[in-house]
């Protein structure tokens, strides 16, 4: 619904006689109309849905066209589906090739947040070759890529998907208006989606949740009425804070405040024909910007208020523990309470997966863990941990083997008798992470030892306090350093390796050798946007992030709830 409402809104759909919307759900469709049109995903469970309604019809003798819209594909499977409930015959099907939906100048979106759970979960690839058919569009629309980087099972698989849709349809020859194309796997990086985002956009999506770059703002922000709002480039003043760690936001807002008071106050003095220049030109854009302004302010004191009740700088100061690794003591603790006092079960997954991959510890339903863990939030999220041990985000240890390594590290760290506590907690590094590893070649935690100014980053890791520099962005920026992934081969293996680099005999316009194009094959959240975004005003780059779906660490782990009550 909310990428249709970018594309065409109710009333647009109602000039072209649509009577009614309805969301597709498992109940009967009250409506007077002689014909249906469904427009919806491929899945099979809606598929049925809409079977029943059909067969409900029949049942009282209604006669009804039916006409479903696939997008951004039809599957056979959908059709056999139809075939099998008996109303092949009734229904018309068509399908609506939708791949790409701009957010913004440089975000675009295939709105495919299931990508992540089919792919990288279920196994199941129908949707790499709809990511291939993106590359496709762009590829018609621009020219050919330069160059093309990647790293990851499925970014492989859409590029070759890619290749075969290019050589089976018409060849034309045309200059190059895209540089380089990165494709990077979502489970590449997993530290950087499950860390908190504390630049402002990645905030507000936290906490108000954007859906296809626009965000609701509740009464606690406009204290009168729930408001819609379009978060993009042409927001003057989200435009200015977007980017900006929370820390910095306030003192901006100030200082536009302080802007706008001064173009306000240029009215004094002004003869008749002045004032009626500055009304007709000036004051419009004044006032919007004002009601953006007094918004923005809005939202920034809702989201102080909701992370100062959260204990937020406590729970930052465990991440960067964790990032860090130091005070795993403290952190174990930190999490172990946080469980025990049920402050919040996404929170507790979040953290749990975090110290499991950053501290080469895989933390298995144990004493402590097997019996906080379901008791506080239900014996039916046990198939929740089942998934997240499956996606490697949780590791348990292998029957029989002995917990030796990790009693001795945990006995360095606390004292004998938390260490008592902890044995049963973790495996002995049988699936060693290599996040340690991959975080002392590429420099991803900057030293400590330094006051890291927020106000002026020196580096990507501003995105996260100074604390961690996002490895997706870190492999980005090497691979188009090194113009490839030549001496970086002890970092490919660390991430199991599918890399690879292709360059293409293509003349390229001067200016297009700047843009990239970076694809997120699983999802990618507002902070690696931001990242990219400095890295590309640092190094003279234009990034364009295209990806499956915006998330973050709430978004990643729903995904991957799997209640069985």
């Known amino acids: 619904m909310s990428s249709l409402d970018r594309i065409a809104n109710v009333s647009t759909l109602k000039q072209h006689e649509v009577d009614k919307l309805y969301k597709v759900e498992y109940r009967p469709v009250v409506s ?63 399908e609506w090739s939708f791949y790409l939906l701009p957010l913004d100048d440089d975000v675009i979106s295939l709105e495919l947040p299931e990508f992540f759970r089919d792919n990288f979960l279920a196994g199941d690839q ?38 075969e849709q290019v050589e089976e349809g018409e060849q034309r020859a045309r200059q190059a208006e895209i540089g380089t194309v990165f494709l990077i796997d979502r489970d590449v990086d997993y530290v950087t989606p499950l860390c908190s985002q504390v630049v402002y956009e990645g905030l507000v999506d936290d906490i108000f949740r954007i859906k296809c770059g626009c965000v609701e703002f509740g009464t606690e922000v406009t204290s009168d009425k729930s408001l819609k709002v379009m978060l993009n480039s042409q927001d003057k003043v989200f435009n200015e804070i977007r980017n900006e760690h929370f820390s910095n936001v306030f003192g901006l807002l100030s200082q536009k405040a302080r802007n706008l008071q001064t ?11 002045q004032m009626k220049t500055f009304v007709s030109d000036e004051l419009k854009g004044l006032k919007q910007e004002h009601r953006l302004l007094s918004l923005h302010i809005s939202a920034s004191e809702s989201i102080m208020k909701k992370k100062t009740q959260q204990d937020f700088q406590e729970l930052l100061k465990t991440e960067h523990s964790l990032l860090e690794g130091f005070e795993i003591r403290e952190s174990i603790c930190f999490l172990e309470e946080h469980i025990i006092r049920q402050v919040n079960m996404m ?41 997240l041990r499956q996606l490697g985000l949780l590791v348990e240890q292998p029957a029989g083997e002995t917990l030796t390594v990790m009693e001795s590290r945990v006995g360095k760290l606390v004292n004998d008798k938390t260490a008592g506590k902890l044995t049963g907690a973790f495996s002995s590094l049988a699936k060693k992470s290599n996040f340690r590893a991959l975080s002392r070649k590429l420099n991803l935690v900057p030293k400590s030892d330094e006051e890291y100014d ?5 580096d990507m890791a501003y995105i996260f306090s100074g604390a961690y520099v996002p490895l997706s962005c ?25 890399e690879f680099a292709v360059t293409a005999d293509s003349s390229t316009k001067s200016d297009a050798q700047r843009i990239v194009i970076v694809v997120f094959l699983g999802g990618c959240t507002f902070s690696e946007i931001s990242a990219l975004r400095f890295l590309g005003r640092e190094k003279g780059y234009k990034f364009i992030v295209v990806t499956t779906a915006i998330t973050n660490s709430s978004r990643l782990i729903e995904s991957l709830l799997g209640n069985i009550a």
Request: net charge positive; charged share 25%.
């Open 347 to 387: 929170e507790s997954l979040r953290l749990l997966c975090l110290l499991s991959i950053t501290e080469n510890v895989k933390p298995r339903p144990r004493p402590h863990l097997k019996v906080s863990s379901p008791q506080s939030y239900g014996a039916e999220h046990l198939l929740t941990f089942s998934n």
């Open 126 to 163: 129908r949707w790499v070759r709809t990511a291939g058919s993106a590359l496709h569009l762009l590829h018609t629309l621009y020219g050919p890529f330069s160059k093309v980087y990647g790293i990851g099972r499925f970014s492989k698989m859409a590029y070759e998907s890619w290749r």
């Open 32 to 94: 007077t109309s002689d014909q249906l049109c469904f427009l919806i995903r491929p899945r099979i469970q809606t598929v049925k849905w809409i079977c029943d309604v059909a067969n409900a019809d029949k049942a009282v003798g209604r006669l009804r066209k039916y006409h479903i819209i696939f997008t951004p594909q039809k599957f056979f499977a959908c059709e056999a589906v139809l075939e099998e409930q008996g109303i092949f015959g009734d229904v018309t099907t068509d």
């Open 474 to 498: 870190k492999l980005v920026e090497q691979v188009l350093e090194r113009d490839g992934w030549t001496g970086l081969e002890e970092v490919t293996k660390l991430l199991n390796g599918q």
């Open 263 to 273: 173009a306000y106050d240029k009215r004094r003095g002004m003869d008749i024909k």
């Open 454 to 458: 927020l106000r002026v980053p020196r």
